[in-house]
């Protein structure tokens, strides 16, 4: 017997736990995705959602020894709904969770069980919950793949937000605004991607105010209007940098001190990304 999980519909969410293998095995990790499948027009939260809202959560009960990881969000996008702006997610979204289950296993077979509750909004906002179960057996030699559902999630993976190998990043503070400055990687192309910056904290920036982007050498600079203009602001800037081209969207986390000074590559253009 195969992997059981039924959707569960509320209102305009349906919700579900699915799993990237159809059988698991002791001590080796798998990944269940928490799908929300919204109707058209509306949304959730991101881990900082904003101006408001809230994000998702889950609330295991699993079985003794098993461990889930955290709730891991997609990139999120920009909602706005003036005068405020929010981040969130459209549409079918999958949340990943690393689950590892203990070295040791007797029985056949599983049961994760998890209390999922939302916000979603349109116009107007409408809290959701799902009580979900997902059912597999145990194959002690080795877990067994689910081909349809791994590349789900494994599209879902590629993804997520990702250290930023090979680019360069400076944060400048002046007493009305904060300028991230980017140097890209060599081999990126010349041209400069649409950019936004979703901050981890939602007490760093106005978020509704315009992210201005010019062109600076290789790279670019991203001002940013600090949510107390003039009084001392926080020491590090930290979040995603979201990019999007032609061929999709690629999420960079950032975490670096502010400074007073400009970045290093602008006094000497030469330099070159590590």
Same mark, same amino acid.
């Given at each position: 017997?195969?992997?059981?999980?039924? %959707?569960?519909?509320?209102?305009?969410?349906?919700?579900?736990?699915?799993?990237?293998?159809?059988?698991?095995?002791?001590?080796?990790? /798998? +990944?269940?995705? /928490?799908?929300?499948?919204?109707?058209?027009?509306?949304?959730?939260? *991101?881990?900082?959602?904003?101006?408001?809202?809230?994000?998702?959560?889950?609330?295991? +009960? @699993?079985?003794?020894?098993?461990?889930?990881?955290?709730? $891991?969000?997609?990139?999120?996008?920009?909602?706005?709904?003036?005068?405020?702006? &929010?981040? #969130?997610?459209?549409?079918?979204? =999958?949340?990943?969770?690393?689950?590892?289950?203990?070295?040791? *296993?007797?029985?056949?077979?599983? +049961?994760?069980?998890?209390?999922?509750?939302?916000?979603?909004?349109?116009?107007?906002?409408?809290?959701?919950?799902?009580? =979900?179960?997902?059912?597999?057996?145990? $194959?002690?030699?080795?877990?067994?793949?689910? %081909?349809?559902?791994?590349?789900?999630?494994?599209?879902?993976?590629?993804? @997520?937000?990702?250290?930023?190998? #090979? *680019?360069?990043?400076?944060?400048?503070?002046?007493?009305?605004?904060?300028?991230?400055?980017?140097?890209?990687?060599? $081999?990126?192309?010349?041209?400069?991607?649409?950019?936004? /910056? /979703?901050?981890?904290?939602?007490?760093?920036?106005?978020?509704?105010?315009?992210?201005?982007? $010019?062109?600076?050498?290789?790279?670019?600079?991203?001002?940013?209007?600090? =949510?107390?203009?003039? =009084?001392?602001?926080?020491?590090? @800037?930290?979040?995603?940098?979201?990019? &999007?081209?032609?061929?999709?969207?690629?999420?960079?986390?950032?975490?670096?001190?502010?400074?007073?000074?400009? %970045?290093?590559?602008?006094?000497?253009?030469?330099?070159?990304?590590?």
């Amino acid at each position: 017997m195969n992997a059981a999980a039924v %959707p569960v519909r509320d209102g305009p969410v349906q919700a579900e736990l699915i799993a990237d293998v159809k059988a698991v095995a002791p001590g080796k990790p /798998f +990944t269940v995705a /928490f799908r929300m499948a919204m109707d058209d027009h509306w949304h959730t939260y *991101w881990t900082n959602p904003g101006d408001s809202g809230l994000p998702p959560s889950l609330d295991w +009960t @699993l079985p003794e020894g098993f461990r889930a990881g955290e709730l $891991q969000h997609p990139p999120p996008i920009a909602l706005p709904t003036p005068p405020f702006m &929010t981040y #969130g997610h459209e549409g079918d979204v =999958l949340f990943l969770v690393t689950m590892t289950p203990p070295a040791k *296993w007797n029985e056949d077979r599983i +049961t994760l069980r998890a209390e999922a509750d939302w916000l979603v909004c349109r116009e107007l906002c409408v809290p959701g919950y799902a009580a =979900l179960e997902l059912e597999l057996p145990v $194959q002690p030699d080795g877990p067994r793949p689910d %081909p349809v559902a791994a590349a789900r999630i494994e599209q879902a993976r590629a993804g @997520l937000p990702a250290d930023p190998d #090979g *680019w360069q990043f400076h944060a400048r503070q002046t007493p009305d605004r904060y300028r991230l400055h980017v140097l890209p990687p060599e $081999q990126e192309p010349a041209t400069n991607p649409t950019a936004a /910056f /979703f901050p981890y904290s939602a007490r760093i920036i106005r978020h509704a105010a315009p992210q201005d982007v $010019q062109s600076e050498g290789r790279g670019f600079v991203l001002d940013l209007a600090p =949510l107390s203009p003039g =009084l001392p602001g926080p020491d590090r @800037l930290s979040g995603l940098l979201v990019l &999007t081209r032609e061929s999709g969207r690629q999420a960079l986390r950032i975490d670096i001190p502010f400074s007073k000074a400009d %970045p290093p590559w602008l006094s000497n253009p030469e330099r070159k990304a590590p």
